[in-house]
Structure formats: structure tokens, C-alpha cells
T-cell receptor
Framework: DSGVTQTPKHLITATGQRVTLRCSPRSGDLSVYWYQQSLDQGLQFLIQYYNGEERAKGNILERFSAQQFPDLHSELNLSSLELGDSALYFC??????????????????FGEGSRLTVL | AQKITQTQPGMFVQEKEAVTLDCTYDTSDQSYGLFWYKQPSSGEMIFLIYQGSYDEQNATEGRYSLNFQKARKSANLVFSASQLGDSAMYFCAMRELDNAGNMLTFGGGTRLMVKP
């Protein structure tokens, strides 16, 4: 158990709809990352938040948005869903925001993912 | 250009055989970190091993070791005596120091299948 909690685990919805994925990071971790993994592909970085502020942005579509709340949980909002948005969405957390400190590899701890199916 | 390249999309090995999973990377940073993660069929991402660019020794973590060849920009994952439970996707990833954040860039993965 990584300590990162994601809900829901599975979600089936229709094209054009909007969904919200939720993530609670490990206790004490200030950074939250969102990744998308399409079928049989690697993980694509979407966005990172650190202590409530957006820190880095990857290949995130304009239809997608995210935020991190004062209690450090994060939500990823996906709107106007298309078939191609079907994927496994991972949230990860780490204690650092940038680079790694002494003795800290800066590894990311991943949740179990939210599997989104758009029909 | 791809930052992380894993040239073996899939490979079969016999149980108890040694395994080497290839990973090459591309960066102009002097300081970076390399990671390997395992993703079993259940989907979760499990951290296996880390190598810092300034580490002179190859990283080892239990059954896993990382064959780090800095000049060749390769960071292969090695484990001996494969087990059936090693069947999974394996991802190599890199963190570059000049990232605005701390995100990892992942390769496309290698699907390892261990045969009994």
C-alpha cells in the first residue's frame, strides 16, 4: 500500500460527459502528480501541484483541469469526454517539489489508478 | 527525441533465468535520477530501484540491480533467477534536475512474461 488513495477505481461514462477523479496523497507529501496511461502505453505526465500551486504542466488537454486543495487532496476534472480519453489515470505524490534532497530519491508513490472507460 | 527508450516491448524468459531489461535515456543535465517501476496486471505502479547520476556504485535493491553506464546513457534493470510473479510491465523513468517540478518521464515499458 503506497498510501496514495484514488477514487473512483472504475468509472464508465458516455462521450460528452464530465467526470472528476480524486486523489489523497500520502500523509506529509506536498506534491501531487497526475499521469495518464492509455492502453498498453507508458505513462504520460499531465500536471503537478505543490502545496496548492500548479508547479509543472505536461501534455494536458484544455478539456482537462486539476486543482489541489488546502488539505492537499487533488482533483482532476475531465470534460467533454471523447472515446480516446479512456485510460488509466494515476495520481502520485512525493514529499519534494523539485529535485531531491540528501538521502531522498524523490521517488513518486502511485495510487492504484482510476480506470476511465468512455463509451 | 525520446527521453527514455525501452527497446524491448515484450520478452519471454524461462523461470529461474536471469533477466536484463534495457533502458537508454537522453538528457543534457549533469544531475538526474533514474527509476524503475513494475506494473503487474492489477495495474498499480511499484517502485523498484533508483540510481542517481552521481552515484558511483550501481544501485541494488533486494533481487534487483541497476547496470548504470553513464557514458552510454543506459540504465538496465537486472535481476537473477526470475520468478513467475515477475511477469509484469516494467517502466524505466528519469527525473531531470532542471524540471520545473519533480515529475518523472517514463519510457514505453517492457512486458516481461516468465514461463514455468
Amino acid at each position: 500500500d503506497s498510501g496514495v488513495t484514488q477514487t473512483p477505481k472504475h468509472l464508465i461514462t458516455a462521450t460528452g460527459q464530465r467526470v472528476t477523479l480524486r486523489c489523497s496523497p500520502r500523509s506529509g507529501d506536498l506534491s501531487v502528480y497526475w499521469y495518464q496511461q492509455s492502453l498498453d502505453q507508458g505513462l504520460q505526465f499531465l500536471i503537478q501541484y505543490y502545496n496548492g500551486e500548479e508547479r509543472a504542466k505536461g501534455n494536458i488537454l484544455e478539456r482537462f483541469s486539476a486543482q489541489q486543495f488546502p488539505d492537499l487532496h487533488s482533483e482532476l476534472n475531465l470534460s467533454s469526454l471523447e472515446l480516446g480519453d479512456s485510460a488509466l489515470y494515476f495520481c502520485a505524490s512525493s514529499v519534494v517539489s523539485r529535485g531531491a534532497g540528501e538521502g531522498n530519491t524523490g521517488e513518486l508513490f502511485f495510487g492504484e489508478g482510476s480506470r476511465l472507460t468512455v463509451l | 527525441a525520446q527521453k527514455i527508450t525501452q527497446t524491448q516491448p515484450g520478452m519471454f524468459v524461462q523461470e529461474k533465468e536471469a533477466v536484463t531489461l534495457d533502458c537508454t535515456y537522453d538528457t543534457s543535465d549533469q544531475s538526474y535520477g533514474l527509476f524503475w517501476y513494475k506494473q503487474p496486471s492489477s495495474g498499480e505502479m511499484i517502485f523498484l530501484i533508483y540510481q542517481g547520476s552521481y552515484d558511483e556504485q550501481n544501485a541494488t535493491e533486494g533481487r534487483y540491480s541497476l547496470n548504470f553506464q553513464k557514458a552510454r546513457k543506459s540504465a538496465n534493470l537486472v535481476f537473477s533467477a526470475s520468478q513467475l510473479g515477475d511477469s509484469a510491465m516494467y517502466f524505466c523513468a528519469m527525473r531531470e534536475l532542471d524540471n520545473a517540478g519533480n515529475m518523472l518521464t517514463f519510457g514505453g515499458g517492457t512486458r516481461l512474461m516468465v514461463k514455468p
